[in-house]
């Protein structure tokens, strides 16, 4: 069984540029979540998706922004790049919404932003 | 709203036994735990949910405090691939997970 795929591994943009994500979920799996992972900040929740509606929303600016497809395959755009945004972003999938679901990880997009 | 987790990091030698701790200020429905090495993705260690046991495998259990919100992760005997970073990702019912900032775990020869 594949696990959650992201797409690209490794990006290099520069400050002011947008930037698109992609992440598919496990098969099977319908809620798909964003999270930025930096260093001694942990992982910052960004948004979660289930059934193409965004469901909830961590404490990011507007220039983060998402969606989900019919297939549950998600992307996540970040517009006007800032030095800031350097990070690894994390999609995860679960079967269903609900805290009892186990959160599986993709390998993240690793971007820089210079 | 973000869980925290003690300690930041952890030095031990093989066969030591750890201890990390995770506290919310919210009342919790499960708390996940993950372990994360260097440039992989977080890797599910187990998840205790609100009224259930405690959970383990191998030699890593869990424990929940409903009560309290908080929950340890007990290592023992630790080996050299225990190394990496451990995430407590708490939940409440309206689905939104937190997760901490980590636990760095060094096993020493």
Redesign the interface.
């Known amino acids: 069984k594949a696990g959650?795929t992201q797409t690209p591994r490794y990006l290099i943009k520069t400050r002011g540029q947008q930037v698109t994500l992609s992440c598919s979920p496990i098969s099977g799996h319908r809620s798909v979540?964003w999270?930025q992972q930096t260093p001694?900040?942990?992982?910052?929740?960004l948004f979660?998706y289930f059934s193409e509606t965004q469901?909830?929303k961590g404490n990011f600016p507007g220039r983060f922004s998402g969606r989900q497809f019919s297939n549950s395959r998600s992307e996540m755009n970040v517009s006007t790049l800032e030095l800031g945004d350097s990070a690894l972003y994390?999609c995860a999938s679960t079967r269903d919404?609900?805290?009892?679901n186990?959160?599986?990880?993709?390998?993240?997009s690793w971007l820089t932003v210079v | 709203q973000q869980p925290v987790q003690s300690p930041q990091a952890v030095i031990l030698r093989e066969g030591e036994d750890a201890v990390i701790n995770c506290s919310s200020s919210k009342a919790l429905y499960s708390v996940h735990w993950y372990r994360q090495k260097h440039g992989e993705a977080p890797v599910f260690l187990m998840i205790l949910l609100k009224g259930g046991e405690q959970k383990g495998h191998e030699k890593i259990s869990a424990s929940f405090n409903e009560k309290k919100q908080q929950s340890s992760l007990y290592l023992t005997a630790s080996q050299l691939s225990y190394s990496g970073t451990y995430f407590c990702g708490t939940a409440s019912l309206g689905n939104q997970f937190y997760f901490g900032t980590g636990t760095s775990l060094t096993v020493i020869p």
């Open positions: 959650v979540s999270y001694g900040q942990g992982l910052q929740f979660e469901r909830n994390l919404r609900g805290p009892g186990t959160i599986y990880f993709g390998e993240g």
